[in-house]
T-cell receptor, first 113, second 113 residues
């Protein structure tokens, strides 16, 4: 158990809908990262927050957004969902802003029908 | 310049043998190279990591070899066990015009008993 929690574990929704994925980092970690894992794209870095501020952006679509709250938990919002958004979404956390050891949560499996 | 190329895609090793997975990167701004192990239905777990000022790092049965001039690094699993059967990802982290973590495509390892 990495200490990173993610909810929900599974999510099934229809195209065009909006969902919110939630992540709580390990105790003491200030950085949260979001990743998408799909069969054809592998693990893709989406976005990073450090102590409430956006720190780095990866291959995140404009339909997706994230934020980190004062208690350091983070939410990833996915809107106007398409079939191709079906994937595993992982959250990871680390102590520092500049990467280093990242600890991954168990993931949320999103299925868009 | 942002890619991390990982090979082989899959690997079958006899119990007790040595498993070797290779990765190559392009951007010299990367300064942290972790390996992750992922079991089905679980999030990636940090296995071992290295920084470019070191050519080798060993932790138990796992060794990273790093060749800075060739921009290559590899994971060696000594005395491979059936419990090592998993997908392994290499990654490269650094500030490449914004902090990034780039993952390799993954290697599915199967250790035969």
């Amino acid at each position: 158990d990495s200490g990173v929690t993610q909810t929900p574990k599974h999510l099934i929704t229809a195209t065009g809908q909006r969902v919110t994925l939630r992540c709580s980092p390990r105790s003491g970690d200030l950085s949260v990262y979001w990743y998408q894992q799909s069969l054809d794209q592998g693990l893709q870095f989406l976005i990073q927050y450090y102590n409430g501020e956006e720190r780095a952006k990866g291959n995140i679509l404009e339909r997706f957004s994230a934020q980190q709250f004062p208690d350091l938990h983070s939410e990833l919002n996915l809107s106007s969902l398409e079939l191709g958004d079906s994937a595993l979404y992982f959250c990871a956390s680390s102590v520092v802003a500049g990467g280093g050891e990242q600890y991954f949560g168990p993931g949320t499996r999103l299925t868009v029908t | 310049q942002q890619q991390v190329k990982q090979s082989p895609q899959s690997l079958i090793v006899q119990k007790g043998g040595i498993s070797i997975i290779n990765c190559a990167y392009e951007n010299t701004a990367f300064d942290y190279f972790p390996w992750y192990q992922q079991f089905p239905g679980k999030g990636p777990a940090l296995l071992i990591a290295i920084r470019p000022d070191v050519s080798e790092k060993k932790e138990g049965r796992f060794t990273i070899s790093f060749n800075k001039s060739a921009k290559q690094f590899s994971l060696h699993i000594m005395d491979s066990q059936p419990g090592d059967s998993a997908t392994y990802f290499c990654a490269a982290q650094g500030d490449t015009g914004g902090f990034k973590t780039i993952f390799g495509a993954g290697t599915r390892l199967f250790v035969k008993a």
